[in-house]
């Protein structure tokens, strides 16, 4: 055959694998996503956000933005077709006394997608701060909540010149009532519809899908292939799928070699890029971005030694200490707890079965590492001041993050066990977005019909 021929059958081959890989879980086109998110957010306005602002104490929610400066919360509220804050854009939702509904009105030059109504006419009035103020007058508001706090940066994104200058501009019998709306914001970003939910699920599976791609033999080959190479084909791939991230995947080795320290390593030090051999154990940690949604995911794949058929045994049960890890975890998810509660009663339960580890869990929805309760630091097992004291409400999603150390003799060494997957909280139990890691994935993957040869 000739040379011609061999390499369009290769280049058709490998177009049919990169079409077949492009459709095996469907990817919503720009114009399908923008209609989905617009949607999502009309029914969070008018399904939510009264409940959370009554949560919270508030009548009236007052958000400041200006572009290129924007406030991580404002970005939620913007349509699909604005990429930021247009000028100056500023938001007021008020809630009437009795009523089950949240005006909302853009003190803006434009709409704000379909929910905030334009509520400033510069040819009539074009001082932008005078129609702010006229508008919360005319409401007269009990509590005026603004995003400042100090214990999450997403719910302090006024900048000091706007906070200075909506308060040169109140009537002075309001400035008693202008108070932080951290509860509120933080309620509104980790709050979860039951249609973002029926969502996430597909999207943690094209996540996970992605991630046995890049730990197979579809990308690796050992001796050859290094943990830098598979970082960035995940980024080419994320691309290839038209989807985002919010993180640098990263791909590090544990092995038997007694130089090999990354049980050891501080997460504040990078791994070093290094050559994938047989007889690695391979950790990725690794998320994207679709859907205005996110993902966190850590796991771990085996690379097989000539003559293995399978992970070995030892590994295996090193691995489900764990998954024990991670049951012990979300058994403490109570609603009202706190993050430091949560911790707390999981390490008495870790040090009474003997487990060594670290638990380190976060918030997971419109940011990766999101606003609600914090469980745990990586450099910190104690409690969290400020986000470790904020309680856990239903209908939250966090990544179930954390590594259970385990000493193998055959390693003569300990192994760090690194997991992370995302999880649901309906209120009462903890049911994951898309299973978990249960089994550690081998390179390659069993070919039954030459496990014999």
């Known amino acids: 055959m000739k040379i011609k021929t061999l390499l369009a059958l290769a280049l058709v081959g490998l177009l049919a694998f990169q079409e077949s890989m492009a459709q095996k879980f469907h990817v919503l086109s720009?114009?399908?996503q923008a209609a989905v998110i617009d949607q999502w957010l009309e029914e969070r306005i008018e399904t939510l956000l009264p409940a959370l602002m009554d949560r919270a104490g508030l009548d009236m929610w007052v958000i400041i933005s200006r572009e290129y400066n924007e406030d991580p919360v404002i970005r939620t509220f913007l349509p699909a077709t604005w990429h930021a804050a247009r000028r100056r854009?500023?938001?007021?939702?008020?809630?009437?006394?009795?009523s089950d509904k949240v005006e909302t009105l853009a003190v803006a030059r434009y709409d704000v997608g379909k929910a905030f109504k334009k509520a400033w006419e510069p040819d009539s009035e074009p001082d932008q701060w005078k129609r702010l103020t006229e508008l919360i007058v005319e409401r007269n508001p009990q509590k005026i909540g603004i995003n400042m706090s100090k214990i999450y940066g997403h719910a302090d994104g006024i900048n000091l010149t706007e906070y200075n200058t909506l308060m040169e501009y109140l009537p002075r019998n309001l400035h008693n009532r202008v108070v932080s709306?951290?509860?509120?914001?933080?309620?509104?970003?980790?709050?979860?519809?039951?249609?973002?939910?029926?969502?996430?699920?597909?999207?943690?599976?094209i996540a996970n899908d992605i991630i046995a791609d890049g730990l197979s033999e579809k990308v690796i080959t050992p001796g050859v292939t290094t943990t830098e190479d598979v970082q960035w084909w995940y980024?080419?791939?994320?691309?290839e799928l038209k989807l985002d991230t919010w993180f640098h995947p990263s791909v590090d080795i544990q092995r038997a070699d007694p130089s090999n320290k990354e049980s050891e390593r501080n997460f504040a030090v990078k791994a070093e890029a290094d050559v994938i051999m047989p007889g690695d154990m391979l950790h990725i940690d690794f998320g994207i971005t679709y859907l205005r949604l996110n993902t966190d995911t850590q796991q771990l794949a085996y690379v097989l030694k000539p003559g293995e058929n399978e992970v070995p045994q030892y590994l295996k049960e090193a691995f489900k200490v764990g998954n024990?890890?991670?049951?012990?975890?979300?058994?403490?998810?109570?609603?009202g707890r706190t993050g430091n509660e949560i911790l707390r009663e999981t390490r008495k339960q870790m040090e009474r079965e003997g487990i060594r580890g670290s638990i380190y869990s976060?918030?997971?929805?419109?940011?990766?590492?999101?606003?609600?309760?914090?469980?745990?630091?990586?450099?910190?097992?104690g409690d969290t001041p400020g986000a470790g004291d904020y309680p856990l409400y239903p209908n939250t999603v966090y990544a179930i993050e954390l590594n259970a150390v385990v000493f193998l003799k055959e390693w003569n060494k300990d192994f760090r066990?690194?997991?992370?997957?995302?999880?649901?909280?309906?209120?009462?139990?903890v049911i994951y977005l898309n299973?978990?890691?249960?089994?550690?994935?081998?390179?390659?993957?069993?070919?039954?019909?030459?496990?014999?040869?």
């Open 30 to 32: 720009q114009r399908e």
């Open 435 to 453: 299973g978990r890691q249960k089994e550690i994935m081998p390179i390659p993957r069993p070919q039954p019909h030459l496990l014999n040869w």
């Open 181 to 205: 709306a951290n509860d509120l914001a933080v309620g509104w970003l980790e709050t979860r519809t039951a249609s973002e939910m029926a969502s996430y699920r597909h999207i943690q599976a």
């Open 324 to 335: 024990r890890l991670q049951d012990i975890l979300t058994s403490n998810f109570v609603t």
């Open 89 to 98: 854009t500023m938001l007021v939702m008020y809630k009437a006394p009795g």
């Open 417 to 429: 066990v690194m997991l992370e997957e995302g999880a649901f909280f309906d209120g009462e139990k």
């Open 362 to 381: 976060h918030p997971l929805g419109t940011h990766g590492h999101a606003s609600g309760p914090t469980i745990g630091m990586w450099d910190n097992q």
């Open 235 to 239: 980024r080419e791939r994320i691309k």
